[in-house]
Every structure is written in C-alpha cells, then in structure tokens.
C-alpha cells in the first residue's frame, strides 16, 4: 500500500490541538468580540472600538432628575503575531500523525502556547490593586482571600474567578494548607496532581510565564503635593533626587483617598491602588509627577475615590514609603473572566504556495494558519505556523496581582 502523505489540513488541526491544550491564562478571559473582527475581515494592525456599559446615578424620590450620559470605550487592538518555524522532508510527511506530533509540534506548539499565555501575564502592569508581600510567597491562605475581598470590594461577581500564579506559590500554599480541614476528595487531588483545583472562592491555576516585577529605586518621603488633584496624573514631592524612582507597573496609594464601589459609592475602607503607567524620576527639588491608573474620578457616574488625595498627605509604594525598593516580586493575577477581552484572527492564506491551511477551534476561538513551501536545493518542506491575536484590559478592577 502507497504511503500516504500528511495534509495541511491535519497539521493544522493537531497543531491546534497542542496550543489550546497548553495554555493557561487565556482560556481564562472573554472572548466575546471575535465574532466582530471575523465580520468584519479584521487584519493585523486594525482595531476595534468597544463601548463600555454606561454607569449612572440614579435618584430618589418623585423629582426627575436627568442625567448627561457619558459613554466611554476602549480599543482592541489586533497586533500580536506569534508563530513557528519547521522544515522537514518527504519521508516525514508519510509518518502517522502521532509520530510527526511527537518529532516536530509538541515542542513547536508548546512554544507558541507559551508566548501568548506570556502576552497576557505581562499585563499585570494595567492592573491597580494588589495583595501580599514583595519579595515574600504568602505562607497562609490570608493573601488569596484578600485578593477576594478586593474583587467584592469593587462590586465583582462571584462566579467566574480565577487565580493563576507561579509554580513556586502554588507549592507553598497547598503545602501550608495541608494541616488544615478540607474535603477528602480536595485533599486527595491535590496530592495526586499537585495543584489547588477550586479553593477560597477561585479556580486556580499554575503559569511559568507569572512576571517578576522589579520596583523602582524609590528614596525619600514621598508626599501629595496639592490638594484636590484629579485625572491620570499625581503631583507629588518628599523624594531624594533619583532616577528611575518609580518603574512602570509600581503600584501605589495616596493618604485620603479610599476606593469606593461602583455602584453604591460607598467608600471601601481601604485607600485606592493605582498603577504607574509611565517611569518618573523625582527632580533636584524631590518633586514628581506620577502618571497613573485608573484616573482620580471624583464625581459622577464613574466616581472611583471617596476623596480627592490629601494635601502633604502619604504616598506608599506597594504598602510602604521606600521598604521595596529595587525588590524583585513575582506578579500572580486574580481576576474575573470580564477582566480583559481577547481576540484571535483567521490569517489570510496566502496564494501559490505548495500548500495552506487553517484551523479554527470551536470552544476557545483560537486560530492557526500552517502555510508550507518547498526548497529544491535542500529537498525539504519549509513550513510556518501563525497564529494572529490582540488583547486589551477592559476592567482594572476586576483584577487584584497577589504578589511573592
């Protein structure tokens, strides 16, 4: 019987296959605006607009009180192009798919799992709030469980939570919570597969491509310098002149100014977290201005703070004035699905090749394009594999970062 050769077709559905079955974070987030970009023959570089649901304030009482609706919306940006590169010959092409899988796409695709699950890890840096320690891997439960208290905090529902953090964090806290009461079934699948499984209101998981976060140098005394300060900047002074003082992705607070929910406005009790969008080195005098968020909203529908930031009053970096700088600390992300949006594209396949092919998964939405030429000189097949995909933050809040 002749052999018969491995189509496109089938590289691709294997490969696809593989990618899906690797990734961590972004089986994790909504996916909901595909849909839109296949519409609409989306390309690398294109974007689309999406509108948030407007908020409101309501009224009591019988007197109408209209509201100027103020929309707001963020972009998705298609931008993201991860892929990888093979050559092989004839004779492997007449090897069963099993074979061919364990030889050339278990690693390849491996690969290219891990670099988008990366993508979305790095995107601890849109995220405001956070819990834990610098430097530290939480030894109890107490850090996770107030990962919780800040999602329910900022009005998040209860479903759909996950918690992905490092191998190292994983291990400590199954092995801290060990002693403690749990269902027999709980305790035994975590000592058959060494993960948490579902635990302390998340659906946890382990991620190698966790970020470690260097914090800025820091120094000095850190102050608001102004009151009523609002928008996406801080001006602040009380810094020793240094470069490099705070590092994008730095998280702080300022005195005075509590998180409120969303709904209710209440204020939480515990002082906004911002995120530092931008690196900022304090002057010769000691004073910076720090660009953060979410912007200081004062009023309004999208009011986030109980208060404007006191004058003179204290600004702490990851809980403190100066104690972490230049720490290193791993980012862990607990977040509701809604957190960030993703979108994966179908490529476009390209003519007068040897041959092309795409696959699409039907669960997931995710997108492989496997295009394969050949090169005369050397007799082999010359094959890539793409997969084409953006992701955007929509709400900061619905993330908190569990640091260690």
């Known amino acids: 019987m002749a052999n018969v050769l491995l189509s496109d077709s089938i590289i691709a559905k294997e490969s696809l296959m593989i990618v899906e079955n690797n990734l961590t974070v972004t089986k994790r987030i909504n996916r909901r605006y595909e849909a839109k970009f296949a ?8 974007t689309l607009s999406i509108r948030y649901p407007v908020r409101v304030q309501g009224r009591q009482g019988e007197e109408m009180n209209e509201e100027d609706i103020e929309e707001q919306s963020v972009n998705l940006v298609i931008d993201q192009l991860e892929g990888q590169d093979l050559s092989f010959s004839n004779v492997d092409l007449t090897l069963k798919i099993e074979d061919f899988r364990r030889r050339y796409l278990d ?27 610098p430097g530290t891997v ?3 439960s107490q850090t996770y469980l107030n990962v919780g208290v800040t999602l329910s905090d900022y009005g998040v529902p209860p479903g759909d939570r996950y918690l992905v953090i490092s191998p190292q964090m994983q291990a400590t806290i199954i092995n801290a919570l ?11 699948e975590q000592y058959r597969t060494g993960q948490m499984g579902y635990a302390l209101g998340f659906d946890w998981a382990y991620n190698q491509n966790i970020r470690s976060h260097t914090v800025g140098a820091l120094g000095g005394t850190p102050l608001v310098n102004g009151a009523a300060q609002s928008g996406a900047s801080l001006i602040t002074d009380g810094w020793t002149a240094t470069t490099g003082a705070v590092a994008a992705g730095d998280i702080i607070d300022a005195a005075g100014a509590n998180g409120v929910n969303p709904m209710s406005k209440d204020s939480t009790g515990n002082l906004r977290q911002y ?12 004073q ?6 979410p912007s200081i909203v004062l009023s309004g529908a999208y009011q986030n703070v109980s208060a404007a930031p006191t004058n003179d009053g204290a600004i702490r970096i990851f809980g403190h004035a100066s104690t972490y700088a230049s720490t290193a600390t791993r980012q862990g992300l607990g977040f509701h699905k809604e957190w960030f949006t993703a979108a994966f594209v179908d490529l476009e396949l390209p003519q007068g090749m040897e041959m ?11 997108a492989i394009r496997i295009v394969k030429g050949y090169d005369i000189r050397k007799n ?9 995909f953006g992701g955007k933050q929509m709400y900061g809040d619905f993330c908190s970062r569990a640091v260690s």
């Open 39 to 46: 519409q609409e023959g989306k390309k690398i570089g294109d």
């Open 107 to 133: 690693t390849s695709c491996a690969f290219i799992a891990n670099r988008i699950d990366r993508f979305f890890c790095t995107r601890y840096l849109d995220v405001p709030n956070f819990q834990g320690t």
């Open 138 to 140: 939480p030894t109890s």
């Open 178 to 188: 060990q002693g403690l009461f749990q269902a027999a079934g709980s305790i035994a």
């Open 275 to 286: 995120t530092v969008t931008q690196a900022g080195t304090a002057n010769g005098s000691g």
């Open 288 to 293: 910076m201005t720090i660009q953060i968020s």
């Open 356 to 366: 092309s092919a795409r696959a699409k998964s039907n669960q997931l939405g995710i």
């Open 380 to 388: 082999k097949h010359l094959c890539r594999l793409d997969v084409l």
